[in-house]
């Protein structure tokens, strides 16, 4: 565990190029909305600054509202650290009841989580549950879920919600009732799936990514696993743990890593990589 007063700022999860200031205190992290106001950072719209650094210094010298001034800034470790407030799906309103949830059939497993599919009571809708497994990939899980509240897009799989409760996280995504492509394609063979389809799907994929592209984002696992088709056809691109940032000494699907990947591991970013051939 941190020391009190331990810090970091990063960038907001859902008010881009707006920050989220971090504070460790003895056994919990607050989060606090660092915005701009009349071209002024600040947190409480009361004590202005030019820039971070001023920031700073002020609540190292004085608490002034927050809840320990700030003492050390989170030490680097060479690898990535996020930090992410579970309150803040609640306040922008991306949380849901668990008792608004009825879960069915488990309908896919990985690693780190379960998906089941389940029915959304207060719409009737179908949906797809994620359920953690894993209490250790908690903050992956909520990283996971921070990020897709921005991305809307007819080929990604939407977010509907986030249900935080005191011993479980799951994260309620839109029902894809054709399933992986993989599965779509075993399952159907040549004879059913004709050329115009392999094109419609690589077409939805692609625009998919060029999305994420244009959102500063990469998938990094873009196997046909987790491309998944819905009840029209339609190809959508999900299954995000891997993208964004690769951990350093993350581990990586090798079959499917493709060969850029391996050069990020070494050498950093290397763009663009979702498509290759092999």
Request: glycine share 6%; net charge positive; charged share 25%.
């Amino acid at each position: 565990m941190q020391k009190k007063g331990v810090f970091l700022i990063r960038e907001s999860m859902n008010f881009p190029g707006e920050y989220t200031l971090c504070v460790q205190m003895v056994d919990k992290i607050e989060h606090y909305h660092i915005t701009y106001h009349d071209n002024k950072l600040t947190i409480d719209k009361e004590t202005l600054f030019n820039n971070l650094v001023e920031l700073i210094q002020h609540y190292k010298w004085k608490a002034n509202g927050l809840c320990t001034n700030l003492i050390q800034q989170l030490e680097n470790t060479g690898r990535l650290e996020y930090c992410v407030s579970q309150k803040e799906f609640e306040q922008h309103g991306w949380s849901i009841a668990a008792t608004d949830i009825e879960l069915s059939d488990l309908i896919g497993s990985g690693d780190f989580a379960g998906v089941y599919k389940a029915e959304y009571k207060p719409t009737k809708m179908t949906v797809a549950v994620k359920k953690l497994k894993q209490e250790s990939e908690v903050t992956r899980f909520l990283v996971e879920a921070a990020i897709m509240t921005q991305l809307q897009h007819p080929n990604l799989v939407e977010l509907i919600g986030v249900v935080v409760g005191v011993s479980n996280i799951n994260i309620v995504i839109e029902y894809m009732a054709n399933g992986s492509l993989v599965e779509y394609l075993r399952t159907r063979g040549r004879m059913v799936i004709t050329s115009k389809n392999q094109i419609s799907f690589a077409s939805d994929t692609c625009r998919g990514m060029t999305y994420m592209e244009s959102k500063h984002l990469i998938h990094r696992d873009l196997a046909a696993r987790n491309v998944l088709i819905n009840k029209e056809g339609v190809a959508k691109a999900g299954d995000f743990p891997t993208f964004h940032l690769v951990l350093k000494g993350a581990r990586i699907p090798i079959k499917d890593a493709r060969p850029q990947v391996k050069l990020i591991q070494r050498n950093g970013k290397c763009n663009p990589f979702e498509t290759w051939y092999g």
